[in-house]
């Protein structure tokens, strides 16, 4: 175990390949993304990587199954910061119109579970702070989000939307419907 808690990470990990994902699982570096990139960049990427590169790109499936640290942010303020709105589009992989039908790279699509974790105990994992932050459980700061709908019952595309009731960071309220 390393002594230093930051762990080495591809910062944007949008572009790549099978060799530089399993590079990336042999030797421990994590990948922070930005899912709701694949809202606004999905028309044009093979135009600009190619269309075989392009079918490996954005990759998130592909990076956990390999056992990669995935951590979602949302690149403020070029995409909104609206972490709903990344979880919904990890899930999606569509922009607000429902494009592309299915999804842009379906099998890249991830479980609500698996979007959720970005955000929570994956974004913790990759900055070196699981031990205090990322899940609720004793011992740990308790910061959380309180929302008004199960975003694992409610439409995959209705994530985005739904309103949030509180958050609480450190175990103190600091927002309240």
């Given amino acids: 175990e390393r002594k230093n808690a930051w762990k080495h990470r591809v910062i944007h990990c949008q572009i790549g390949d099978t060799d530089l994902y399993e ?7 994590g990948a922070d993304v930005q899912p709701p990139f694949v809202a606004s960049d999905w028309y044009w990427v093979a135009d600009r990587v190619g269309v075989e590169k392009s079918k490996r790109c954005y990759a998130w499936k592909t990076l956990l199954s390999l056992g990669i640290v995935v951590a979602g942010g949302c690149d403020a303020p070029v995409e909104p910061f609206a972490p709903l709105w990344g979880i919904r589009t990890a899930v999606t992989r569509t922009d607000r119109d429902g494009n592309p039908p299915g999804g842009w790279l379906p099998a890249e699509r991830l479980s609500v579970k698996e ?3 970005l955000y929570t105990s994956n974004a913790a994992r990759i ?10 459980e004793e011992g740990k700061w308790g910061d959380a989000v309180v929302l008004e709908a199960d975003p694992f019952v409610v439409s995959p595309v209705e994530i985005a939307d739904i309103p949030v009731w509180m958050t609480v960071k450190g175990g103190a309220v600091t927002y309240s419907a």
Avoid at 23 to 29: E, P, Q, S
Avoid at 127 to 136: K, P, Q, Y
């Fill in 23 to 29: 590079r990336m699982a042999r030797l421990g570096v």
């Fill in 115 to 117: 979007a959720l974790a």
């Fill in 127 to 136: 900055c070196g702070d699981f031990d205090r932050r990322g899940t609720l």
